[in-house]
């Protein structure tokens, strides 16, 4: 635990049958990985503060429901099961939910090949559309190609937080937000203007830390890479 | 608080609150223009731009679509298309499902006919007044004879001083009362806790969303007890060690907002309030404030950030409110009905509390009842009532119908058969047979009535409040929707019901929130409960029609 300072109060837990000592304060997530235990995740990024609302990083604490991994902290004598078919079967669905409203193409996966969604929709199999198709038909969310660096794909998004988070807490550009609720809410640019109009300086941490199709650098998508 | 209450005051005075204005209060403020269109977005009474000069709101949710039809909120919208100036607005429930079709005009309840709501709304007839009433009932959980003996309790336990505090919180102990809002924690643990947390300022929130479809019994104690929530939370500011308390109200209940602020300005008036609380060493200040709106702003946390100006959306728990509250302090949230119910405990004895009780269940309950039944209302009743026995006292079913189902407390909990009819309304006896005493909101269902249907309403409400922060809930609820209409209009999916409860499951282990938790709930219990009846409309138990 490198970015938490010593001489900390040290707690012990198991995770998986595993004996974890971690400083008080470390997330399940942050001990699993210590362990050597990979746990997924979609909204987490190590370099944020965790918000737990993707849910794809859910474990098996003893608990009424499952807990976020990213974001609920190790307690001591903790017993916390990382992975079975029932946790299995919960990202999976959670990862049906999402894919039934990406769009066909994602730009992310056809430029650079890394869309998080649609690795993990890999992993637990999901060739077809379990849901409604939330993406096809007149009442998708659209797209904003107003910005001359940022290629903006609402219907990717996934609301992970990531850039919101990336650009008000790392990069204090207070620019992009939340607006609208439940199954409306999307992100915005200042007051839900297009994103080449808003106060946006192009910094570009947002589509470096995106997941998904949602935001990407204009440059590169567009351009196939080609894997040899 | 403030930011919130400028873009209330923005909303008020000039019908909207437009980017202009946003743009201007960001300036004056330093707030970043992103956070206030998160705010405008997310609260429903904040407009973009100004509404005609009639807006009327017809409840869309499953007491009004009982007795006003599936098609009410169109018929009202048809009858006054064209109309100049007019505006229909379907919108959630308006806890008023007592007198259920219920809308409001410009703010103004009103009910009835298609025909009467338009005349309303064409000003062929005059609003109803909107005041509280002169004189309310009498009820039991009031220990005071008049007026002249409101604060009786505050004040003799202030005259006997500091080592009364831990006999309080032992006596809600020993009383058994637990949380009315929905969880049913018990109450004197949580005074308890919040008492020992450490931190500084601590404070003291009254929960008065009251939201749920089916739920008004927190409307009738605002209106006519409120002198007995604001006692109770100046006693818990003073065990707690809390100089300043929050009364979160929902901004429909307008008439019920004047009973509260004329009881405040008594209790101000009285010494009950102010810094020096009947000449003691303790200061106790109350403020209301109004939500801008939303079902899930009654969440516990959601409320907390909607009183810090953030959108209301739930936090990520433990930590609790106990601990890390508002502002990250110790914050002691009860509901109206919890508080309400404190004086008369402490002044009479945990044991006469229990007594009031049936059987083995403690003390008293509000219940709203709604459906069909002959006489909808509150009524204050013995802490378990069977279900039969409440149905007697509401006059029965009408028309001499029978009994099909009841969902017992509000629209979150499990419908269960007529069979079930001789349960008693206590925590314990309805988490027993399958459903929950939740908020506190009986509904009664007639045979004839499409359950799925009605089921399918209830999942529709939570799509339409869900706050849209964590996928299950977000996207599981707008998928099942989806489903169920397609399956109603006729074409159920392939294997619908197995997927309905493999989604309900997720929902249920992964939301953040009681909102996704039990979203599904409603419809998975009438699968499970009425399955002759959700076959016929879902597809059969193994779902869907043969491809
Ligand atoms: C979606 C949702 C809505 C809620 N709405 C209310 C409400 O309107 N009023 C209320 O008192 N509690 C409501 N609750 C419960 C509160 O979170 C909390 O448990 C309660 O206010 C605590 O007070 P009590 O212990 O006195 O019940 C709601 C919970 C959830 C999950
Ligand atoms: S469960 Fe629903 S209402 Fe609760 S936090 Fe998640 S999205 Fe919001
Ligand atoms: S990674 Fe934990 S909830 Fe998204």
Known sequence: MTEKQSGQKLISLTIDGKTVRVPEGTTIWEAAREAGIDIPVLCHSPRMEPVGVCRICVVEIGERVLAASCVRKCEEGMQVQADSDDIQQHRKMLTALLLSDYPQQSAREESTGDDELLALARDYGITELTFPDGAAGPEGRGTDGSSPVIAVDHQACILCDRCIRACDDIQHNDVIGRTGKGYQARIAFDLNTPMGESSCVACGECMAVCPTGALTNKSVAGLKIVVT | ?547
């Open chain 2, 1 to 547: 608080m403030e930011l919130l209450n400028k873009m209330m005051e923005l909303q008020e005075a000039d019908g909207s609150v437009s980017d202009a204005a946003l743009h201007k209060l960001s300036k004056e403020t330093g707030t970043p223009l992103y956070r206030l269109e998160g705010l405008r977005g997310f609260y429903p009474v904040f407009r973009a731009h100004p509404a005609p000069k009639t807006h009327v709101r017809v409840c869309r949710d499953i007491s009004c679509a009982m007795r006003g039809g599936n098609s009410f909120c169109r018929d009202v919208a048809s009858a006054l298309s064209g109309v100049a100036d007019v505006e229909v607005e379907e919108a959630s429930c308006l806890g008023r499902c007592d007198t259920a079709p219920a809308a409001t005009v410009n703010e103004i309840p009103v009910s009835g006919s298609v025909e009467e709501i338009r005349a309303y709304a064409q000003g062929e007839t005059p609003l109803p007044p909107d005041e509280p009433k002169a004189a309310p009932a009498k009820w039991p959980t009031d220990p005071y004879e008049d007026a002249a003996h409101h604060y009786g309790t505050l004040k003799s336990l202030l005259s006997a001083g500091e080592e009364k505090k831990q006999e309080v919180v032992e006596t809600l102990k020993a009383s058994g009362l637990r949380g009315m809002g929905g969880a049913g924690f018990p109450t004197g643990m949580k005074w308890d806790f919040t008492a020992k947390a450490r931190g500084e300022p601590k404070y003291v929130v009254c929960n008065a969303d009251e939201s749920e479809p089916g739920t008004f019994k927190d409307r009738l104690i605002l209106e006519e007890l409120p002198h007995l929530m604001i006692e109770a939370m100046v006693i818990a500011g003073w065990i707690i060690g809390a100089a300043e308390g929050v009364i979160y109200l929902r901004h429909e209940y307008g008439k019920e907002r004047k009973a509260l602020t004329h009881a405040i300005d008594q209790a101000r008036a009285t010494g009950a309030l102010g810094v020096s609380v009947f000449g003691a060493d303790f200061a106790f200040e109350l403020r209301v404030f109004i939500s801008p709106g939303g079902y899930i702003l009654g969440e516990e946390t959601a409320m907390l950030e909607a009183l810090e100006d953030k959108r209301g959306e739930p936090r990520n728990k433990p930590p609790f409110p106990t601990n890390a509250g508002l502002w990250g302090k110790p914050t002691l949230i009860n509901n109206v009905e919890t508080f309400a119910a404190v004086p008369v405990i402490l002044s009479r004895g945990a044991q006469w509390w229990e007594a009031q009780g049936a059987g083995d269940c403690k003390g008293l309950k509000f219940l709203a009842v709604s459906g069909d039944v002959e006489q909808p209302g509150v009524y204050c009743v013995p802490m378990g009532t069977t279900i039969n026995e409440l149905l007697e006292r509401c006059g029965g079913v009408p028309e001499g119908k029978a009994l099909a189902a009841f969902a017992p407390g509000g629209a979150s909990s499990n419908f269960l058969p007529a069979a079930k009819g001789d349960v008693a309304l206590d925590f314990q006896a309805l988490q027993d047979a399958g459903s929950m005493l939740g908020s506190g909101a009986v509904i009664y269902v007639a045979d004839g009535r499409d359950l799925v249907e009605l089921a399918s309403n209830v999942v529709r409400f939570f799509r339409n409040e869900s706050c849209g922060k964590c996928v299950p809930c977000r996207v599981g609820s707008a998928k099942a929707v989806d489903m169920l209409e397609t399956a109603l209009a006729g074409n159920p999916q392939q294997n619908l019901i197995p997927l309905l409860q493999e989604m309900g499951d997720t929902l249920a282990k992964t939301s953040i929130c009681g909102l996704g938790q039990v979203a599904l709930a409603p419809v998975l219990s009438v699968i499970e409960n009425f399955s002759e009846a959700a076959a016929a409309r879902l597809g059969g138990s193994n779902g869907g029609r043969k491809p």
